[in-house]
């Protein structure tokens, strides 16, 4: 998972326990993005991504929010 996350191990643990999977076979990469004061998409996208990747095994997916989506 690459997110512009604030917490790259918290959205890992809530990843896992979301997806009934062990921790440690997740992955969060850091990448530039947007910061906030507060909450920001970043961690529900990445959880939207983490479902459709489950469903497409072996497919890149790419989640996207505008700021209208948050």
Known sequence: MWSHTQGVFPLRN???RNLGLDPT???VRH?????CYGHNGADDAAADAAIIALRRPGRPVRV???RADE
């Open 14 to 16: 809530a990843l896992a």
């Open 64 to 66: 996207r929010w505008r």
């Open 31 to 35: 990448v530039e993005g947007a910061g």
């Open 25 to 27: 076979v997740i992955t």
